[in-house]
């Protein structure tokens, strides 16, 4: 079977230069097969749109690539994309390090190279093979690279969820076509399948297909096939699996807009349908068309289908951590759930693309999947978000530009494709079958999270939190890592979002340093890692050194003169049934208590110890119990209470003089500048060891300090932990809660007296302090879209400025003592002040 590269090669011609358009797998990308830890998927981090754009925002930061976002996509396609690559086994092969059993032959790979040399071509050099580190380079290949693995793993049992028709296929493996005609009546599936219900299990497909192994073009593929084969080149988000890849081209596609003549298409010069439109928009084949042509041909020669079928379901093999995505079926697999969702998305960012840059010509990729892959605000344009993508496919795409596309697009790839028969007519009757059937399935199949349930659903809030997870490594792996990666993703681990430090439980030590890249998280942290770690707990070994770890910090930040912004959380997560408790592991948490005033504590372990944590606990509700098993199904809601946790503790707002000794002075008159986005509020939260003892200018201060629109209202509480305006239906809240609107000026919060009446700085109230938003993003508009310093996630954000006044030092550990001397000193001055 080599004839098969060489024949294309020559036909093509390879002086189109990128290796990811060959026929073989690209040099740089080798690895990724060859060696055995990449080539394992559970090595590599999970497939999540936080991820890519995590990975996006690396090589967009890296001071090496400097490029925008119209070359940056089209040369991420040149250098990570490589569609098709599938796996080959042969009878009798031997291993050799000289060949290797992978090359891209599936049908996908056909579009991809006319993709990459003809429609979205590129002159730039690729990006460096040194611009990833290998694992994220992997990563972001299988995050790209449309193909279907159908190498039967043996968890096929498990792995399909329409049980009915899976029993019916596995009862069929291994025995002949009469033995099946046997078992399902052809007929009934032949009329069912009229009506558009069944239609993927026609077992006359089926046997074509599995059959065809005999001098077809597929012929090398595994001998047995997945009952679920693996669709690559997909990523999760919380609006459907995605092909990223697609996503990635639309943009591309869309930045620098072409029409290509059908004939630079043609392989040989020679079109066999000659009625169709003479130039494509490269957009199309880029996204819907590129899909819809190759659905055509395929099942148009290798099934004889007059119905082609569009979308196939699949679902992720796992709740959190998203690695393995399979497929309901292992036919028709030409145009995917993932890949109808990819092309929308694509397809619709690539449209408004060009007047986006138009507006904001510094708009980086990364941000821009961030914007439409977000629960709010959207891209520029609320209407422009992910769980709006059905009403995309009706606003941007017509059936009548679609189908015209297509039937261009499909003639042309038809001449470049090997296929096992020949459509000698009626290719625009198909066409139109395949584009009525994606409008079809879209409405009614593809039920994504829509935008009501998004909104009801998310946050209005986001988190800068700098989570430390001391583990007790005696939890499985395969337990805690999907419960991590939740926390991981709902903290949003980012660049503009928290960070994460994991350490260990038994002695404190650190595991993984403090980063705000998930994607480096998920690559240090694996089963090799965590089996590693001498497991246990001991609360006074890791206590100790967490103290010292955390006061550190605080000094580390004072010479940084950190005023405030983020909000930092420890969280214990114990396996151990029986824990140990000592007065010693007790005096080491009431120092954190004392010296780390802002650190919130959390304990979750797996069985019920709260009587033995109670004392290590600001309040009951720290306490959690987590009931962790391998391969559950419910981690996000035995998680979401630890994360309702973390939301609640507000970003610190510190006097920088004071380190953890609380011995410094005044703060003076310093300040931070924050972001909120349109409709957005942030919460904060000012310790009294900051302002105990009065002092009468003493004030927080929140002023606008940059463009942004909309109005501002500025809201505190003492006793409301999350102050709103207006929030809640409670008026014993509303009484607790001031808002006031920042218009012009300043709001002014007076700390005067604040902690009058408190016998002690733990008795005394923090303030809690709220900036929100008033008003969401403006539909299509580009003016509010000001933010452009470099600490802005999005172009829209508001900056703000919390500004601190004449906040002093007040210890926890000597407040008794203190407010026992103003006691006593305001006793003598009753008794014996007047004589
Ligand atoms: C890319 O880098 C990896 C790791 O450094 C190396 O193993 C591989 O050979 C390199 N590939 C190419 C084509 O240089
Ligand atoms: C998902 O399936 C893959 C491939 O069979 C397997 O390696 C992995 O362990 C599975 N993951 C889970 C969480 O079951
Ligand atoms: C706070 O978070 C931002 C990003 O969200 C980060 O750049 C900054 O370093 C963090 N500050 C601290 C003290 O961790
Ligand atoms: C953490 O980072 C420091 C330097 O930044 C490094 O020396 C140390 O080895 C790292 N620790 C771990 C556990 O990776
Ligand atoms: C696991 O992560 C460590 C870094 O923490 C890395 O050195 C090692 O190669 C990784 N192992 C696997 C199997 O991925
Ligand atoms: C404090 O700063 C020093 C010097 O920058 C650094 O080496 C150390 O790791 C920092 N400590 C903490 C806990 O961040
Ligand atoms: C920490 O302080 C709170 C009061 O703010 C108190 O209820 C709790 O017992 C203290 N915990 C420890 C371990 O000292
Ligand atoms: C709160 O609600 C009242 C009436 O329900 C309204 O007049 C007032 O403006 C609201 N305040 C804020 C800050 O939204």
Redesign the pocket.
Known sequence: MYWLPIFLVAALGSAQGQQTAQTRVADSLSECYSNPVLADRNNLPPVTMQVLIDIIRKIEDNPNVNMDLRQLSSVLLHTYRQDGIEFHQRENLVATANVLPFAPTFSSFHRHRLLLTRLIPNNLQVLGNDTLPSVLKCTLHHMLSTTVDARVRGDESSCNQLSQYRALRTARSGRSISDDVEIIKPAVLKSANRNGKLRRYDPNNDVEFSNSGNGGLMSERQVAESTCPLLDGVVNTPWGAVSAGHVIAGIAAGAQPQRVNVMDLVRDANLNYRNVQQTVNSIYPATLSGDLAEAVLIQGTERGSTSISIGTAGNWNSTQATRHFMLHNRINVEMTDPEIRGDIDGFALGSTITSTLGAISTLKLSTLLDMYYSSRNGAFDSNLRACNRRALLQQYVTNDNLISETNAFAAALDTNMPLRGTIIGGLDQLVTSAVTNLMSYTTSNLNDMNCVTTLAQSNDFRL?T?LYIALDFSWPYQAVEPAISHLVESIEV??????ITLLNALDGSIVIN?T?SSADFYTEYNATRHAQIQSGVNLENSLTRIKLMMQE?LLN?ST?N?VG??S?VLLYMINNGNLQTSDRAWEQANEINNTVPDLRVLYASATNQLDALLPYVREVQDIFNIGLAAGATNVASIMNPIVLRIQSVGRRIVNPTCGFLFNGGSSGTRQFDDYVEPGFINFYRLSPNYFYENNDNRRVRVSRSGTGGGSLTVCHSRSVVLPRPNSTANVQDISAITCQPLVSGNVEISLQNACDGYWSIRECPPLFLSVRSDSSLPAGSFASASCTDA?CRYPYDIRFQIQIQELGCFSGATSVTASFIVLLSALYITLYGSS
């Open positions: 800068r700098n980012g660049k503009y979002g928290s960070s403090t705000f910090t930040e940084r950190y912004g983020n930092s600490n």
